[in-house]
């Protein structure tokens, strides 16, 4: 397709506040944590202007500098990280896909008062949303009052200040992004389809996974991304409803700028943690992303 | 290679719905009756159509025949046997929907093989029905597109040899030629035919298209507000339809209405409304009792005035004159107004022969004239 002169002048306009825009606030900020996780922590903050690759060497091990002590600790919090994000993940999943559905069924006006509802939580700041569930999950919180008052528990069950409290404050707080793309794809869903599925003989389960889920997966892989990324680098659900036994990354990396004040390992600690992300997000396009995109551009053009 | 079902079963009867009731709900607080006690018998190895306006009841038969919808009241049975609530993925039917319904993740290769996936068909025999099936529709070469890269006519093929390949008891088509350009259409007709021939496998197709059924049915079960009004052969149909609303449903009509003046052993006469006097040969209404009376367009032959014979006529004058090719369509008015049409195969290399406000005697058989009861809806 041949573009001319002037539109492609048109289109440089266009574009030109949104690159300026990202430029300045999205690849200046990437290029100084670049810059800073490379060089040496100031003795009272700060960074000393020389090459110091020995913060890598803290975290993935053989520092090679008697400043820098190799700590498995790091790797234990990532690891912990990853498995909370895709605990999120998955949760959110399951608790997605079914309702959509319903949702998908329900008559229009209250298909717009549900997709209402569901977004109604951003309405409220994200840390009362949070604190609130301090106050539900608390030893004398609303949960083990419940239970208790019902007869099931004696003590009350530790419901805070661990990976289950932060997983269920991060579902909490991102299923309506797990939701909406899922939404989405299943509103776009031909029922004819899985009416031809079953007249073809398909049993219930068969149409499911030979029809339904193959032309729902461009908005699984989507919410999938979208929720998993923002639970990797959280550190407002971790910090409250984890306390100190629960570090995740984010809490990790808030440490060491504004706590340790030590910025080049805070920036190396980003870099990892945007390099996990990276790689898992190749896997996915290579892997899953494929079928998905190729399933998304059917689904557009059907 | 599917296999005809055995002769003992041609003749008898596959589908039999007894009295069948759909009701809906009106946002009213009332009720529709999409199907009003309708009786249906579906032959084994009969093409039978189900025709007549949208929102007739015919979809609404089909899709309660594939198990998508259920009656009110009344019942199908299968081989005698009756179906009840048996849901569609365990019924011995495919349908070939309006839309397609391809599915679009899917090579056109997995599309045809679908049924025989999901039923766990040994893969070497699922390929060779695979590989029959679009050899039989024309789509050899096309396995391993998928479904947007191919054309409406194909996708439509698609659709047929998915539902066929599962060797069905009855093959349900609901108006799959609609979105097909006329020529294509018309092709595809004479296709379906000669396919549903070649399967002995028994088609219920259901469309709109009056002239879709006339081509390809072995009879026409032909609908009106949740009613079948009549089910014949095509020419009976056509020719004898049962009341009024078939007769102008179905070809081009003259109706005219009237009342019986006389009858006799050549038949009756009647004074119809605009006082015209008309013979028929066939019916036994008796004296005075009211009726509407058929007359094709292709039934009339246009004559100048003052010419004629012993053959009975009506006079009329000449209102529009319309060259369609292969023959003239004389639109014409008889003596108290009302409009009739005239197909005059012999004079159409010369449309000047007649002209609007020209007097005609429109001669007619009475042997060909079709008198209906009045009161039949």
């Known amino acids: 397709m041949s573009v001319s002169v002037r539109s492609s002048r048109a289109v440089a306009i266009l574009l030109a506040p949104i690159s300026l825009l990202l430029a300045v606030f999205f690849l ?197 991304i979208i929720v998993f990324i923002p639970a990797l680098g959280n550190f407002v659900v971790p910090s409250l409803l984890g306390g100190a036994k629960v570090l995740m990354s984010g809490n990790l990396i808030e440490q060491q700028f504004l706590d340790a004040r030590n910025w080049p390992f805070g920036a190396t600690l980003s870099m990892l943690v945007m390099a996990v992300i990276l790689v898992l997000m190749m896997i996915y396009v290579v892997n899953l992303g494929r079928s998905g995109a190729e399933v998304a551009r059917q689904v557009q053009t059907v | ?55 007739c009841g015919k979809t609404t038969l089909l899709r309660s025949i594939a198990g998508f919808e259920d009656f009110t009241e009344g019942a199908i049975q299968l081989d005698g046997r009756v179906l009840g609530d048996v849901p569609p993925h365990k019924r011995p039917f495919n349908t070939v929907f309006q839309s397609y319904a391809l599915f679009p993740h899917l090579t056109v290769e997995n599309n045809v093989g679908y049924g025989l996936d999901v039923a766990r068909v040994q893969r070497q025999e699922r390929n060779e029905r695979v590989a029959q099936a679009l050899a039989l529709v024309g789509l050899t070469g096309l396995e391993k597109r998928k479904p947007r890269q191919l054309s409406g006519g194909q996708q439509q093929r698609v659709a047929l040899a998915r539902a066929i390949v599962n060797r069905p008891r009855l093959l349900l088509l609901d108006e799959p030629l609609s979105a097909l350009d006329r020529q294509l259409r018309q092709s595809m007709q004479i296709e379906l035919k000669n396919l549903q021939h070649t399967l002995g496998i028994t088609f219920l197709y259901v469309t709109h298209d009056q002239e879709e059924a006339l081509v390809m049915s072995d009879r026409i079960a032909v609908m009106n507000k949740g009613r079948i009004q009549q ?88 209102e529009q004159v319309v060259f369609v090719g292969s023959e003239l369509h004389v639109h014409a008015a008889l003596s108290d107004g009302s409009k009739v049409v005239a197909l005059d195969r012999r004079s159409h290399a010369n449309p000047g022969n007649w002209s609007p406000g020209q007097g005609v005697r429109l001669f007619y058989d009475p042997s060909l004239v079709h008198v209906m009861a009045e009161g039949a809806a």
């Open chain 2, 1 to 55: 290679m599917l296999d005809r079902p055995s002769t003992a079963l041609e003749t008898g009867e596959l589908i039999g719905i007894k009295s069948a009731v759909k009701a809906f709900a009106t946002p009213e607080g009332g009720r529709v009756l999409a199907l009003d006690h309708v009786d249906l018998s579906i032959r084994n190895n009969e093409f039978l159509t189900l025709l007549g306006p949208s929102g």
């Open chain 1, 28 to 224: 200046v900020p990437l290029g100084i944590m670049i810059v800073y996780s490379f060089l040496e922590p100031g003795i009272y903050g700060g960074v000393v202007w020389s090459f110091y690759p020995f913060n890598y060497g803290r975290v993935l091990g053989a520092p090679l500098n008697a400043l820098e002590e190799f700590d498995a600790v790091y790797l234990r919090i990532f690891i912990n990280t990853l498995r909370i994000a895709l605990t999120t993940v998955l949760i959110s999943l399951l608790v997605c896909y079914p309702v959509a559905f319903w949702v998908s069924r329900l008559p229009d006006r209250w298909k717009s008062l549900v997709l209402f509802l569901i977004t109604l939580p951003f309405f409220a700041n994200l840390l009362i949303r949070v604190y609130a569930w301090l106050l539900i999950l608390r030893p004398t919180g609303f949960a083990n009052t419940a239970l208790k008052s019902a007869g099931l528990i004696d003590q009350p069950l530790p419901l805070l200040f661990n990976n289950v409290a932060v997983a269920i404050g991060l579902v909490y707080i991102l299923v309506p992004f797990m939701f909406l793309p899922i939404y989405a794809s299943i509103e776009r869903l031909d029922a004819n389809l899985i009416q031809a599925s079953q007249d073809l003989g398909a049993s219930p389960f068969q149409t499911f996974r030979r029809v339904v889920l193959p032309l729902t997966m461009p908005g699984i892989v989507g919410g999938s």
């Open chain 2, 231 to 318: 089910i014949d052969l095509p020419s009976a149909v056509y020719h004898r339809p049962a009341n009024r609303f078939v007769a102008a449903f179905i070809g081009v009509s003259n109706i005219l209405t009237g009342r019986v003046a006389a009858s006799g052993a050549a038949g009756v006469t009647i004074e119809t409304d605009g006082k015209d006097s008309l013979l028929a040969a066939a019916g036994s209404a008796g004296i005075g009792e009211r009726v509407s009376i058929l007359i094709r367009p292709e039934r009339f032959e246009v004559q100048s005035e003052g010419s004629g014979d012993n053959r009975p006529w009506l006079a009329a004058r000449v």
